[in-house]
C-alpha cells in the first residue's frame, strides 16, 4: 500500500436564483450579456459542471482505495489531465511515483503501455520498427509501445539522447514518422514520466527542448508521520502489496474527451492573460536566470489554470489558480544563473518571487 489520494470533493457552487416575474427575466435577458462580461462570478451559472465534478469525484475514489495521503498531487494530475498535458513526476524511491501514475491510468478505459527506460534502451524500442513481410515483398510498420493513449515511462533520465529525441514529436504533434509515413497515436494521449532528482550515475539529464514539452514537473514528498502510521497500518492488517485490480476504470474516451472541451470554454478575462504574460516575460529579464520560460509556458499556465478553476468548480479562472500553478509550470522551464545556483537558491525561489514583484489583477 502506498500513498492515499483521498482528496475534498470540488467546492459546490450556489443555484441561480430565478428571476422573481416575468418583466424581471426580459430585464435580465436584455442586460445580461453586458453586466456577466465584467462579472466574472455571473458566468457560474452558465456553465454545468457537474459531470466534470461527478467524473473528477470517482476518480479520486478509485486511487483513494489504494493510495495515502498526496492530495496536492492528485489534484494536480487531474489537472494535467483535463488539460491535456504530459507530466513529469520526481521523487525519491518509494514516495508512490510510479503506483500512482499506474493507478490514475487504472480509472481510464483507454489503452495503457508501461516502459522502462534504460541506457541501451534504442528510439524503435519506444516508436516500433519496420519489417519485412516476405509474403507481401514489403515492408510493415509494427506499432511500439508508444502507441497507448497513457504512457508511463519510468526513470525517463536512464535513456540517451537519441532515444529521448524519438519523444519530441511524440510529445508535441501526438505523432511519429516512419519511412517517411506518418502514424497518429491514439486521442487522448498522455505522457506520465518519473525520475529521482538524487541518484545521477548511470543518468542523463533531460534536453531543455523535451522539459518544455511537460505541462507539469511535480515534486513528490515523502508523507506525513500520520500518513506513513496508515501505510503501516494497513500493511500490518494484511492490505500488503499493490492490489491494482481493487482500482476501477471509472471515465471512458469520450468522456474524457467531453470534460476537456468543456475546459477549453472556461471564461478568461483579458486582464488575466495580461497578468499570465507578465509573469512568463519576467522569467526572461530576472538577473538569477540565465534561461527564462518560451510562450509555451503561456499556454501551459493557461490550459492548467482553466482545468484546475473546472476542478475546484468555477467555469472562470483566476489570478489564485494562475500563482498556484506557476511553480509546477515554470520550475523546468527556467534555468539558473552559476551565482544563484552557488547561494542555493532553487526555481521555485524565482517563481516565488517573481509572483510578488508583478501586481495582481482585480
Known amino acids: 500500500m502506498e500513498n492515499n489520494l483521498n482528496m475534498d470533493s470540488a467546492e459546490q457552487l ?76 520526481e521523487g525519491v524511491p518509494g514516495v508512490a511515483k510510479t503506483l500512482t501514475a499506474k493507478l490514475l491510468a487504472r480509472t481510464l478505459s483507454v489503452p495503457f503501455s508501461r516502459l522502462q527506460f534504460t541506457p541501451d534502451l534504442m528510439p524503435s524500442d519506444v516508436l516500433g520498427t ?44 501526438r505523432q511519429i514518422t ?31 527542448a523535451q522539459l518544455d514539452r511537460f505541462l507539469f514537473k511535480l515534486s513528490v514528498g515523502y508523507p506525513t508521520m500520520e500518513e506513513e502510521v496508515q501505510i503501516l497500518q494497513g500493511h500490518h492488517a494484511g492490505f500488503g502489496g499493490t492490489p491494482l485490480e481493487a482500482v476501477q476504470p471509472v471515465v471512458s474516451a469520450d468522456d474524457l474527451r467531453e470534460l476537456r472541451e468543456q475546459v477549453r470554454r472556461q471564461h478568461v478575462e483579458p486582464k488575466l492573460l495580461e497578468y499570465i504574460a507578465r509573469l512568463v516575460g519576467q522569467t526572461r529579464a530576472h538577473k538569477g536566470l540565465y534561461l527564462g520560460a518560451s510562450p509555451r509556458a503561456s499556454l501551459a499556465l493557461l490550459n492548467g489554470a482553466k482545468a484546475l478553476a473546472a476542478l475546484r468548480g468555477r467555469d472562470f479562472i483566476t489570478p489564485e489558480d494562475i500563482q498556484y500553478l506557476a511553480p509546477v509550470v515554470l520550475r523546468h522551464r527556467i534555468q539558473l544563473t552559476p551565482e544563484r545556483e552557488m547561494e542555493g537558491g532553487t526555481p521555485d525561489d524565482v517563481v516565488k518571487q517573481i509572483l510578488q514583484q508583478i501586481e495582481v489583477p482585480r
Open 130 to 173: 519496420s519489417v519485412f513481410r516476405p509474403q507481401k515483398g514489403e515492408f510493415e510498420f509494427r506499432p511500439g509501445p508508444i502507441f497507448a493513449s497513457v504512457v508511463l515511462i519510468d526513470e525517463i533520465n536512464r535513456a540517451p539522447a537519441k532515444t529521448q529525441s524519438a519523444l519530441f514529436e511524440v510529445m508535441e504533434e
Open 14 to 89: 450556489p443555484s441561480p436564483t430565478p428571476a422573481s416575474s416575468e418583466s424581471a427575466a426580459e430585464s435580465d435577458a436584455a442586460t445580461g450579456a453586458t453586466a456577466d462580461a465584467g462579472n466574472p462570478a455571473a458566468l457560474t451559472s452558465r456553465t454545468d459542471l457537474s459531470a466534470l465534478s461527478r467524473h473528477a469525484d470517482a476518480i479520486r475514489g478509485e486511487l483513494s482505495k489504494v493510495i495515502v495521503g498526496q492530495r496536492d498531487l492528485a489534484e494536480l494530475l487531474l489537472t494535467a489531465l483535463l488539460a491535456d498535458g504530459h507530466v513529469l513526476l
Open 178 to 208: 516512419q519511412d517517411g509515413v506518418r502514424y497518429p497515436l491514439p486521442a487522448p494521449f498522455v505522457v506520465l514520466a518519473t525520475q529521482n532528482p538524487i541518484e545521477q550515475e548511470g543518468t542523463y539529464r533531460l534536453p531543455e
